[in-house]
């Protein structure tokens, strides 16, 4: 008993005080995912990579909005998300408290993105935000502008589109030099 | 799919109010009786990584039983795989009325990583009725004190479903690029990644790029090659100096007009290693 005590005064009171005060958690610890809705293009890259589907990026049912959702209760926090991520929208955060009581859907986070509608044939494709980016990127990647004038029209194709469209040109004889 | 229809007694035992007046009114410890619902074993030991005295939740009156029939609380993990089943409703059963179910880790709370997989039945709540629910794989040792301090009422809990409805402008994404060419940039930030994951791989970007600017006129290969050794040489941590030479030699020529002697020779002796 006293050799007890005598091991309990050499290490001292090493419990955490954790909940009554704040915890420290350490470096690159991975919390739950932090969404950032206005940086966000809808581009889908976490979805594709998340290994155990907690993000799913989804139209709705009248396919006029591309609804990105997130299921924390499902969530290994991997960071796969994080890491393919093109706009940094999706980070590991440190935070760690994430229980909920009674209700599931407390931990559920979405965001609704407007839809991009294929300019030839109507067709819902993709997010307005996702054809906004990649003009943006092209248009600081050094093209000429007689190439981005002509991005401007294909961005805005559904891929089906796209593809008639590339044919129609080529065989047509219409076709440029890459400049 | 319906599963498992609850009996009217046990029903009729464990409304809402009965089990907050268990809570008010226990004036003992809190009994927890820990299933293995085929969890991979992650939950459990920060199960028993939550019981030592690093974090001691006896403090709350916690305390793990071997037996259902003593339990209050159940601590469910694991994704409840077909074999798991009937054991389960066995130990719900048998705990005595009311009593409060807490479904922990990804695989409790939805069936995680594992909610397709043929043989489970993805999530305590497909069976049982539960009433936290603690997410994480494995749960830190602190959320496992945090969400049977929430179920019992002494914490509050934090997060609440979050939903964006309108699409706003976005801010612009796209910075100017160091080479007025953000193809540079998209090449050095793979290849970062690449080469020391992506965590260390942004770090080792921003590091890069830092050092680029530094040197004045980022085009001119005699100055750079310059001001990135400089960098090289300053950098406590070899791994991301070593890297920095690799980005520069094998990303950098390539946007830049080079010669082989504009290259950095890795050999630490040569750039001078601290
Ligand atoms: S951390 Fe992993 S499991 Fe969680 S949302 Fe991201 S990719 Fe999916
Ligand atoms: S921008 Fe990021 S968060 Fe949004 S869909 Fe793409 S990968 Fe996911
Ligand atoms: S939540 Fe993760 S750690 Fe826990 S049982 Fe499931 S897979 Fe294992």
Not at chain 1, 102 to 131: H, W
Not at chain 1, 132 to 161: D, G, H, I, Q, W
Not at chain 2, 38 to 54: K, Q, R, V
């Amino acid at each position: 008993m006293m050799k007890l005590l005598d091991i309990s005064k050499k290490y001292g009171e090493i419990t955490h005080k954790y909940p009554f005060e704040p915890y420290k958690v350490a470096d690159n610890f991975r919390g739950k995912p932090a969404y950032i809705f206005d940086l966000c293009i809808g581009c889908a890259a976490c979805g594709i990579a998340c290994p155990s589907n907690a993000i799913t990026v989804q139209f709705n049912n009248d396919q006029s909005k591309l609804i990105w959702e997130f299921d924390c209760g499902r969530c290994i926090f991997c960071g796969r998300c994080d890491e393919v991520c093109p706009t940094g929208a999706i980070k590991l955060s440190e935070e760690f408290e994430l229980a909920v009581k009674f209700d599931k859907s407390a931990l559920i986070q979405r965001g609704e993105l407007d839809t991009q509608y294929c300019t030839t044939c109507n067709k819902p494709f993709s997010a307005k935000r996702l054809v906004k980016y990649s003009f943006e990127c092209l248009s600081k990647a050094n093209v000429s502008e007689k190439r981005l004038e002509e991005a401007k029209e294909y961005l805005c194709m559904c891929p089906t589109c796209k593809k008639t469209a590339t044919v129609a040109t080529f065989t047509s004889g219409k076709e440029m030099v890459i400049e | 799919m319906k599963t498992y229809e609850i009996p009217q007694e046990i029903q009729d035992a464990n409304t809402l109010e009965q089990k907050l007046d268990l809570l008010k009114n226990i004036g003992r410890s809190f009994s927890v009786f820990r299933i293995d619902c085929g969890s991979c074993n992650g939950c459990e030991i920060e199960i028993f990584a939550a019981i030592t005295p690093l974090w001691d939740p006896e403090r709350f009156g916690f305390k793990l039983v071997a037996n259902p029939r003593h339990a209050d609380i159940l601590l469910c993990t694991g994704p409840v795989t077909r074999q798991m089943y009937y054991p389960l409703l066995r130990a719900y059963e048998a705990t005595p009325d009311p009593k409060i179910v807490v479904a922990l880790g990804a695989c409790g709370v939805t069936g995680g990583i594992f909610y397709d997989a043929y043989s489970v039945l993805s999530g305590i709540d497909k069976i049982i009725p539960v009433d936290a629910y603690i997410p994480g794989c494995p749960p830190h040792p602190a959320s496992i004190i945090y969400g049977l301090t929430t179920a019992l009422g002494v914490m509050e809990q934090k997060l609440q479903k979050v939903s964006f409805e309108h699409d706003g402008d976005m801010p612009p994404l796209v910075e100017d690029s160091v080479l007025g060419n953000t193809l540079f940039e998209r090449d050095l930030l793979v290849h970062a990644k690449r080469l020391m994951s992506y965590v260390f791989g942004r770090k080792l970007f921003d590091k890069y790029i830092s050092a680029l600017v530094k040197s004045g006129n980022t085009k001119d290969a005699k100055a750079t090659k310059i001001s990135i050794t400089e960098a090289m040489q300053i950098e406590d941590d070899p791994r991301y100096a070593e890297c920095m030479g690799i980005l520069h030699n094998e990303i950098y020529t390539h946007y830049v007009m080079c010669e082989e002697e504009d290259k950095i020779d890795l050999h630490r002796v040569i750039w001078g290693a601290k």
